[in-house]
């Protein structure tokens, strides 16, 4: 690669820069193999042993995604985000105390209620926009884990990750932020004091729809990212390397699909923000969004890609509208190529802080104008 320092959209076109040395390829092989031949004084000089933690196509899919997070750490890559997300909560222990996003995707606040309390874990669940909350929540010594997803999902409120850090490690606790929904093009939590930082990969930074992955970065490779590296390469919660090769294929193009999808929501935002069907769009991007200024702040190129809109004429209105699209795709998950919308509240169920009235819109990479166009008519529809 060249000698100046380049910008992180050259080095992810490129993936790395990373050369087939057998062939010159640019595109290095899928790696298959679950085993590697031993030396003959039985060590391992290639550093590869087994297949469960060692895969090379796995590797250099995580070595892009950490120079993206500006991870000094490293990224791991996972069998979903789910399996991520857990792996940071599974190398706590029992009796530990864990404060979290009232607001965050919805399977794993399921699992933190169930699951993580079977296994001893505390939660505490509080708005971490809210700083005075987040800090009133914050046990000294006794919390070790603060869990900030932002922008979070459906509602796209934005926590302070700077002073989140803050009052996580004046507690001694460590900060983990999901962040699927902004993407490191827009935010890099890391470098602004989280400790670990979490990717659903199946949304934007594979982008495609077409693959299920998780990841985890860090900031330093201390006694709790061991303890996050053992719980993968225990519990075997890995990708395998056809996922990680198509994973690094998706984040070539990140930065172009990003720049599409974020130009799109926002002009969606202020476009519906005028419509007279739609009583409320909820982005970031937004000057009247109530955590504007610090996404204005923490987010550069933009506000990402997703937005929600409460429509007038309540849920009816709402899940008639979403029957009526043509062009936008009525389906869960988000940040694929492919516009997606979807009635949150009627997938959440009872105890969802998802007002009944919202659709949620993951913006793709089509016209803006026909993807206008649809809400337009279908709104329109919702309330024939
Ligand atoms: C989808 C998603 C997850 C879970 O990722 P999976 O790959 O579906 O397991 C976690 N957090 C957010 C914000 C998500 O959108």
């Not at 610090?294 to 190129?301: E, L, N, S, V, W």
Request: with cysteine.
């Amino acid at each position: 690669m060249a000698k100046r320092p380049l910008h992180p959209r050259s080095l992810a076109a490129q993936a790395m820069g990373k050369i087939d040395p057998l062939t010159k390829g640019v595109v290095t092989p899928i790696h298959i193999a679950t085993t590697y031949i031993r030396d003959e004084d039985n060590a391992y000089s290639s550093g590869f042993v087994y297949g469960r933690p060692d895969n090379e196509t796995v590797r250099e899919a995580e070595s892009v995604l950490a120079m993206l997070e500006e991870a000094k750490a490293g990224a791991l890559l996972f069998g979903s985000g789910m399996a991520a997300a857990t792996a940071v909560f599974q190398a706590l222990s029992p009796g530990d105390h864990v404060v979290a996003s009232k607001v965050m995707y919805w399977a794993l606040r399921s699992w933190l209620l169930t699951e993580a309390t079977r296994w001893g874990l505390k939660i505490e669940f509080v708005e971490t926009d809210d700083l005075a909350a987040l800090k009133a929540a914050v046990k000294p010594g006794v919390t070790k884990l603060v869990w900030a997803e932002t922008p979070s999902n459906p509602l796209w409120t934005i926590t302070d990750i700077a002073a989140a850090a803050e009052i996580a490690h004046a507690a001694g606790a460590k900060l983990a932020v999901d962040s699927t929904c902004a993407s490191p093009v827009h935010t890099r939590p890391l470098t602004l004091g989280a400790d670990i930082v979490m990717h659903a990969a199946t949304k934007v930074l594979n982008g495609h729809s077409d693959v299920v992955a998780g990841a985890l970065c860090a900031r330093e490779d201390d006694a709790f990212w061991n303890r996050v590296k053992t719980v993968r390469k225990m519990q075997g919660g890995i990708l395998g390397p056809f996922e990680a090769y198509l994973l690094m294929r998706g984040m070539r193009t990140l930065h172009v699909r990003q720049e599409r999808q974020t130009a799109s929501a926002m002009a969606l935002a202020q476009k519906l923000s005028a419509h007279p069907l739609v009583a409320r769009v909820l982005y970031p991007g937004l000057p009247q969004h109530p955590g504007h200024d610090i996404a204005a702040r923490q987010m550069q190129h933009g506000f990402g890609y997703m937005l929600s809109i409460q429509v007038t004429g309540g849920e009816r209105a709402a899940v008639k509208a979403a029957a009526h699209v043509e062009l936008y795709k009525r389906a869960t998950s988000l940040g694929g190529v492919e516009s997606l919308i979807e009635h949150r509240a009627s997938i959440e169920g009872p105890g969802s802080p998802c007002p009944v009235d919202l659709l949620r819109l993951s913006t793709g990479i089509e016209d803006v104008e026909d993807l206008y166009n649809d809400l337009d008519q279908a709104l329109k529809a919702g309330h024939a």
